[in-house]
């Protein structure tokens, strides 16, 4: 075997050295081969380009330490050199990171000798921040105070709301150091929290970390800092509020009893102390900020219940609210200011806790039901109110409201008896210890001349309760809106808004579009720029305040609160609809080229600004088609409008119109179930408006009939118009004879282009016929012509494959003679050879 290899090889490389060109094609071969697999292998690694390096993305003047690389080691080396720092972590590619960027820089240059700004990019992929930390948006601020934090920053990036957030972390405490002070830290309508802590026995007290870790971790809640927290050193100030116990914390509030921390029954840590302020706080007045993006806060607060929506100009940077905040804040206190000293006092001196109860809209009684706890020996800080649910309460509590409310108090009784008050004691478990009491009046609505100054041509039922119903210590303000909350079944929450930030959302509830001069007209009007609606998600309705300029912002706000709470209100529901009106699609076509006047148009666009004054027209027949922007069976149906349109368009007396009900709000008698849906409103009969049957293919044969079927006319006319009325019976009879006679002729119009239009379509029939035959005469002579060319083909594919036979056959038999030709000469070369052999031995041995 080995010499058989031996032997090829030997005559490999014989027959190489006698041809040199084929050892050289062989080594090329060779090398290409070995080429083409190492580039192959190699060619994934150099499909994705390497990232560019990054660069700063501050400028270097700004006063922020720029960690363009990511390093997230050196965070912490530049944190412990300041009190406070700001971490600003940013993509470079981010739309938000980029003006948020802008605003950071206002911010630094302000704030620089007091805060540390450090910018980390955690996008970079080989730094650590990419690395280590997991972040799902950009840009993220986080504030450390000394080794508290992270505090995240999660309001607009906007630079004073920046500012006033880190001031806030900087002191988040405010030092109160007389009875003065401290009297005007609780004047405020926000909620506050009093800490007590005396320094003469240590620099710091035990306690006073923790109480500055709790308002730190107030702001992690609320970045606007609406919970503000103070602290009291001196005995003689704390003793102004009852307190005289060293580290103690006291929460102010309004309307129930204030608070101190229990801490016999709570842990006092910095996490206890602030879940206890926001379980026990009350707020009259919540700030909003949509952020922007998709989120449902808007509906989270919006289906609590009603809500009024102040839209004001807000500065955060402000120490003291602003004046129109302060008035705002002042109405939201006296809406929720319940007195009870009208109520059963017997009762109400030993009970804790209260509650109004909803009612049905519809009558208006109102109900105030209290726990009565007097058989309880409690201290009252471990008291909790528990009131049971209409809708998941006992039979009994129901059973009482029921009688109590709706049989008592029917309202055929007078206003004397009416206002007279029926209390009585149900338990609602088996506990004796303690009982519900409630007690039901009725309440009369009056006339109240704020409102007649607010829309004159509008008369409104505001809820106005008569004199022996309100407390004493309100009869001067009769018309205000003192314990208003607890006197209605339709219970307002109080929402303000950043008109600057919000401006769009106050466009959509009913602002004028345009920003700048809306501000200015409101400014010059009444001095401010604010905006209020009232929102009802429950209903799906909403009510815009049309300030008058004689009223003030206090004046108008009451109203239309009062408004609002009335058991009837005759508040009108605020549509919104797109601005202006426009043609339909063919509006541009003139029914005559030579005619110099403004063209008619062919379809109305309506708006909800001129839905009503177009229907409700009495000279017309109005055919009206709902339909949307994302309906496809309303953008299949628009040719067959505009040829009704088209056909009807010499004829004054109908219009055609349209109204996109996903853009315009209308009434709601005037809404429909599904689109595309058509409404007629004939002319003198607008209140027998039809529909088109829904089983009904809409053609515009169909549509005609339907027209003509339902169509108006002056003999059917409820009343008579202006021009008829006091006129003879000559002239009547007159008047109805030439409006059927130009019935009649838009009829035969009508008929005459409908002739026009068919004798056209026959002709283009009889056309379409002729060119079918032509087509298919061209059709079937192309067809022969191909088949011809067809079979020429197939033959000389026939005759190429009887030549390559041919070939193959000769190429056979010369590989045959080849064959025998080598054998024959490698015999006569291997007998050489062997003729050599002898002699070359002999001529060895010879030598």
Sequence with gaps: MLRRVRQSLRQVLFLMARRPDLLCGAIVLSVLLILAVKFTCSRAKDVVAAARPPVRFFAAEAP?????????????RLRSMAEVSLIFFYAPWCAHSMAARQEVQQVAKKLAKQVQFVAVNCWWSQG?????????????????????????????????????????????LTYLPSRAHLKEFLAYHEPRVVGFFQFNSSPQPPGYITY????????????????????????????????????????????????????????????????????????????????????????????????????????????????????????????????????????????????????????????????????????????????????????????????????QLPSSMSIETATSMICSNFLNSYSPFSQFSACCKKVEPQLNESQ????????????????????????????????????????????????ALNWPLAVRLGASGNRSASLHQEASAHGDGSFAAIVNLKDEVHYVLHRSPAATLTESLEAFIRNFSAPYSLLQRHLVGEEGCKGGKE????????????????????????????????????????????????????????????????????????????????????????????????????????????????????????????????????????????????????????????????????????????AQLWRNNRQLKFDIRSIEKNLEEQLQEKSRQLGEAVRRLHELADTSETLLNENTLLRVLLRALKDRTEAREQAEMERKEPEQKRSRLAS
């Design 452 to 499: 007649t100054k607010e829309e004159p041509d509008m008369q409104r039922v505001p809820l106005t309760p008569p004199s022996s119903l309100i407390p004493p210590s309100s009869i001067s303000h009769q018309e205000g809106i003192t314990g208003l909350r607890c006197q209605t079944n339709r219970t307002l929450r109080f929402y303000v808004l950043d008109v």
């Design 587 to 758: 509006e541009s076509k003139r029914p005559d080229e030579h005619q110099h006047s403004p063209p008619p148009l062919l379809i109305t666009e309506l708006t909800t600004s001129s839905f009503l004054p177009s229907i409700m027209d009495l000279e017309k027949d109005v055919l009206l088609f709902y339909y949307t922007q994302w309906c496809g069976f309303c953008s299949v149906l628009n040719h067959v409008i505009i040829q009704l349109a088209r056909l009807l368009q010499g004829n004054r007396a109908i219009t055609v119109a349209r109204v996109n009900v996903a853009r315009n709000d209308l009434p709601w008698e005037f809404m429909v179930d599904r689109v595309p849906s058509i409404l007629l409103f004939p002319r003198y009969k607008k209140h027998l408006s039809v529909k088109y049957p829904d089983d009904l293919p809409i053609t515009l044969p169909n549509l005609l009939h339907f027209i003509l079927q339902h169509s108006g006319s002056v003999p059917y006319a409820d009343k008579p118009s202006a021009k008829t009325e006091g006129a003879e019976p000559g002239a009547v009879l007159h008047a109805e004879f030439l409006a059927l006679q130009r019935e009649v002729r838009t009829l035969h119009h009508a008929r005459e282009r409908l002739s026009q239009q068919l």
């Design 128 to 172: 650590k921040c990419r690395r280590q930390s997991r972040l799902y948006q950009y840009p993220i601020i986080h504030l450390f105070y000394r080794r508290f934090g992270p505090i995240e920053y999660k309001g607009p990036f906007v630079a004073p709301y920046v500012e006033s957030f880190i001031l806030r972390v900087i002191t988040p």
């Design 64 to 76: 922020v330490v720029d960690l363009y690389l990511g390093q997230l080691d050196q965070v912490e």
């Design 212 to 407: 500055l870790s709790s308002a730190l971790q107030a702001l992690k809640r609320d970045f606007r800092g609406v919970v503000r927290f103070g602290i009291v050193t001196s005995k003689h100030v704390a003793e102004a509020i009852s307190l005289r116990e060293d580290e103690t914390v006291y929460l102010h509030r309004r309307f129930n009893s204030s608070l101190v921390f229990p801490r016999k029954e709570r842990n006092f840590t910095s996490g206890a102390i602030c879940s206890w302020v926001f379980e026990h706080h009350e707020t009259v007045l919540k700030w909003l900020q949509p952020p922007g993006t998709k989120s449902r806060l808007l509906e989270q607060e919006l289906t609590k219940g009603p809500a009024l929506l102040l839209f004001l100009p807000h500065n955060p940077l402000r120490s003291e609210p602003s004046p129109i905040l302060q008035k705002v804040a002042d109405i939201a206190v006296r809406y929720h200011s319940c007195d009870y000293s009208s109520w059963d006092i017997s009762f109400a001196s030993k009970s804790l806790c209260c509650q109004s109860v909803v009612l049905p809209e519809s009558s208006t009684s109102v109900c105030e039901v209290c726990l009565n706890l007097s058989r309880l020996s409690l201290p009252s800080s471990s008291v909790r109110c528990s009131f049971p649910s209409l809708t998941q309460g006992g039979d009994g509590f129901q059973t009482h409201l029921r009688h109590c409310c709706l049989h």
